[in-house]
T-cell receptor, first 114, second 115 residues
């Protein structure tokens, strides 16, 4: 299994600012994913972070709002740009394991935008 | 298209009662995987079980058991003798092997176990 850490674990940010969330995996993985979980809701995939190329975004999410970096096989960042209170959510990083069906989750970053 | 339905939004039980969480899925793939995750109030996702589409054998692990039935496209989860620490949101999820797509989650069921 893969162990995933995220920083920060939580933050309170002001409207209009940006926050970058870091995700570190303890082993090299092919696939990394970013999810958003709005209060009381399920997980929604934001994008798949591809190493060495641009992220693949799901419908409703755009690169200008959620830029993602994936500089190597163990690390990725998600930036939430120009934040509004609607961006208040838990953001979860996940990584695929050796088999395509394996997926492990980080502890999440709890973001509150005031 | 793949879809996961958890019809129960919230369930409340008294400690020591048994409780079953329902999950119904839709997929066109013949090879797929089903998951249950637990999300306690702290927010992290805890992996509970994974089942592949070729293995309908039901499983018991301590107080947890799972009932996978392809005929009804269901993958239900039962907690016996529930405890307060079982209080959490439980998510059912589906992975289709063909599309290299990530997990699709149900909306979750919030379980409250009252002492």
């Amino acid at each position: 299994s893969a162990v995933i850490s995220q920083k920060p674990s939580r933050d309170i940010c002001q409207r209009g600012t940006s926050l970058t969330i870091q995700c570190q995996v303890d082993s090299q993985v092919t696939m990394m994913f970013w999810y958003r979980q709005q209060p009381g809701q399920s997980l929604t995939l934001i994008a798949t972070a591809n190493q060495g190329s641009e992220a693949t975004y799901e419908s409703g999410f755009v690169i200008d709002k959620f830029p993602i970096s994936r500089p190597n096989l163990t690390f990725s960042t998600l930036t939430v740009s120009n934040m509004s209170p609607e961006d208040s959510s838990i953001y979860l990083c996940s990584a695929g394991g050796r088999s395509s069906y394996e997926q492990y989750f980080g502890p999440g970053t709890r973001l509150t935008v005031t | 298209a793949q879809k996961v339905t958890q019809a129960q939004t919230e369930i409340s039980v008294v400690e020591k009662e048994d409780v079953t969480l329902d999950c119904v899925y839709e997929t066109r793939d013949t090879t797929y995987y089903l998951f249950w995750y637990k999300q306690p109030p702290s927010g992290e996702l805890v992996f509970l079980i994974r089942r592949n589409s070729f293995d309908e054998q039901n499983e018991i692990s301590g107080r947890y058991s799972w009932n996978f039935q392809k005929s009804t496209s269901s993958f239900n989860f039962t907690i016996t003798a529930s405890q307060v620490v079982d209080s959490a949101v439980y998510f059912c999820a589906l992975f289709e092997n063909s599309g290299n797509t990530p997990l699709v989650f149900g909306k979750g069921t919030r379980l409250s176990v009252i002492a």
